[in-house]
């Protein structure tokens, strides 16, 4: 496979006209925001997730606002629909040139309370889908001999945490960290680009749940706020630009100093 050619360095408007751009978790929150900023640059987006009226309205949503996007129903936990899912983007618009791995769960309980059927639900929907995921974009990357962008979505909480009481979701964060180093090495000569974002607390419905559980704690926080999610654009469509084209393996903090360091 021909070394792709370097791109001359720009600030100006991500353009991902001719990239097709598959994102799980997107009837909501992060994702659904990333489903939106992705077709707004120009990919053709396969919106995916579990609740079939969600995604209607994201490819509503997304059309409405000239976008090209297509809903694919997903449970990652369901190797068997991981593939299906691939196939039905590359039916729609081709080969998969973008993955974001967005979907996850939180535990939202003390470690040594949770049931098995938990434990196993939040490393299905946090870990290993998103790992079959990676490997089966990748392979068909590599098939047709086309370079590509994975993006992982982590969490501040992979690298911090102060025993509140997700402690298992905070583990599968970390693996998200160490899966995103070492894919990045694997399919390096294959010009597949691993990076991953570990967002802090951001408005969503996930920590909306959290909010109502716990009460507002955004007090604790260096700034006392939580963030917008257009507030991760710009380091989404980084990652998955020309610009970040010798990035690779990167975990990108954008946590506006709540994790400490």
Known sequence: MAEPTPAAPSNGPVDLTGQVALVTGATSGLGRRFANTLAAAGASVVAAGRRQERLDEVQAEVTAAGGVC???????????????A?????????????????????????????????????LDTNLRGPYLL???????????????????ISSIGGFYYQGNGAALYS????????????????????????NAIAPGSFDSEMMAGMVERMGDFTSYFPRKRMGDPSQLDSTLLYLVSPASEFVTGTVIKVDDGQGGR
């Open 70 to 84: 297509v809903g694919v129903p997903l449970d990652v936990t369901d190797a068997t629909q991981l593939v299906a």
């Open 86 to 122: 691939v196939d039905a983007a590359e039916a729609a618009f081709g080969t998969v040139t973008i993955l974001v791995n967005n979907a996850g769960i939180p535990d939202a309980q003390r470690a040594h309370k949770m049931s098995v059927e938990l434990v196993d639900a939040v």
């Open 134 to 152: 990676a490997c089966e974009v990748a392979r068909r990357l590599i098939a047709a001999e086309q370079p590509g962008r994975i993006v992982n």
């Open 171 to 194: 583990i599968s964060k970390a693996a998200i960290n160490r899966m995103t180093e070492v894919l990045a090495v694997e399919w390096a000569r294959n010009f597949i680009n691993v």
